[in-house]
């Protein structure tokens, strides 16, 4: 597939222009690592049950409706970037998701203001998910928009890197808490630190992100789509969209479960300490920042199609052989080897994904179009990752049972690739 216009910005740097557009990824991405990582002190404070279990899904399946919130956001806000330009839309997007995130950071618990407290907590994930269903449309489209020729996988692969930085910094900050404090310290209010800490860097990403350069592309464009016009253009486009969000299932499955469900993973079902799921999370942040641009420059070189399909298919034939390895004798080792393998498939898989999603988009719908497509795989997929992680262990009693969940994940990522690429075959043919 060939990348259309591609410019540079009027003003300043790529390094700059990329830094400046991935940041509001980087607060996204900051509390909602959070919110999983401390799903179990979350469930304490805002959804206390008698059984843990129970209140664990609770916390969630709120995790999981900010994903639901995804679509609708896509529609509304992509829709609003298509219009308005990239610049301005993700202005709006970041301050949507400013406002979730400060909510959630302040809301009192369960025991000082009962039901409101988890109604409070709801709202906030609502916010959150309505905002990021355009958010990363938006920046990945963006940055294939100012990529330089034949360089567009290399470009957009730092929409989730930005994203792999703040869950180090995440993890980092836990492990700081968690050595500096004691267990019940951190249940009852350590857990806010880094919440609050969100909220402080802020102001700093709006400063940054308004600082934006409109991008060539878009000013270059003789018409902008209107409301009505991006609804039929989603109408006509529907089979594109849906094979989309089946070809980004595989990203958003492998990513959630790797990193949001991992230290509940480790520490509730293969019973490891705190600080081994926090290392272990960091070091996979770590490999996913590594892979995830080797997978994008990859995939300018060789193609896209290529790697789509090795990695869902390597997955879907070693994802449950390497969990049911991991839960014959867990140790932090085996964690480890497991999650950074998993990120392997993650990096590669994603650096060529998100280019080819830019690519086959209707060009002025672009944004809607990416952002429905991922917003779809991200509900129904990876946001709900770590509640049917969590129902299909307690259900089968398999500690390795997760893996299948992943493996349906690459089934649908290789279905879709085959469909996309024949479709694209074909319109190339008959030009």
């Not at 609804?231 to 486009?237: I, V």
Request: hydrophobic letters at 50%.
């Amino acid at each position: 597939m060939k990348t259309t216009t591609q410019n540079t910005p009027s003003k300043g740097s790529k390094l700059g222009a990329i830094l400046r557009v991935t940041s509001g990824n980087f607060l996204e991405q900051f509390d909602f690592f959070l919110f999983g990582f401390y799903a179990t002190y979350i469930s304490q404070t805002f959804f206390p049950t008698t059984s843990d279990f129970a209140s664990l899904m609770m916390t969630f399946a709120v995790f999981g409706s900010g994903f639901l919130m995804r679509p609708l956001g896509a529609i509304v806000l992509g829709a609003y970037i298509d219009k308005v330009g990239r610049r301005k839309g993700l202005i709006v997007t970041l301050s949507i998701m400013a406002a979730g995130t400060v909510l959630i950071a302040l809301v009192p618990g369960y025991a000082s203001i009962g039901v409101a407290a988890p109604v409070l907590v709801l709202m906030g994930r609502l916010l959150q998910g309505f905002s990021a269903g355009a958010e990363m449309g938006g920046v990945s489209v963006y940055l294939a928009e100012i990529a330089t020729p034949g360089r567009c996988g290399f470009y957009t692969s730092w929409q989730s890197a930005s994203q792999q930085v703040a869950i180090i910094l995440a993890a980092a900050l836990g492990y700081t808490i968690n050595a500096s404090m004691a267990a019940a310290e951190v249940a009852a209010w350590g857990w806010r630190i880094p919440f609050f800490i969100g909220c402080v860097i802020i102001p700093f990403i709006f400063i940054i992100r308004r600082s934006l350069q409109e991008t060539e592309a878009f000013k270059a464009r003789k018409h902008h789509p209107t409301a009505n016009e991006v609804f039929r253009s989603m109408r006509d486009n529907w089979r594109t969209v849906l094979a989309g969000g089946l070809l980004a299932s595989m990203t958003t499955t492998t990513f959630y479960l790797i990193t949001v469900y991992t230290p509940t993973f480790g520490r509730s079902v293969l019973n490891l300490s705190t600080t081994d799921s926090l290392v272990v999370t960091l070091f996979v942040g770590l490999s996913n920042f590594i892979w995830l641009p080797i997978g994008g420059t990859l995939s300018d070189r060789i193609g896209r199609r290529p790697l789509l399909l090795a990695i869902s298919l390597l997955c879907l034939c070693t994802a449950y052989p390497a969990m049911h390895w991991l839960a014959a004798a867990a140790s932090f080792e085996r964690l480890l080897s497991v999650l950074l393998y998993f990120s392997f498939f993650f990096g590669i898989y994603n650096g060529a994904m998100v280019a080819a999603l830019t690519e086959v988009m209707p060009q002025n719908v672009r944004v809607v179009g990416f952002s429905l497509a991922f917003s779809l795989a991200t509900a129904v997929f990876g946001g709900f990752t770590p509640a049917v992680s969590t129902l299909l262990v307690q259900v089968t009693g398999d500690k390795a049972s997760p893996a299948y969940w992943l493996m349906f994940a690459a089934l649908c990522g290789f279905t879709a690739t085959t469909i996309l690429y024949r479709k694209q075959n074909a319109v190339t043919v008959n030009a």
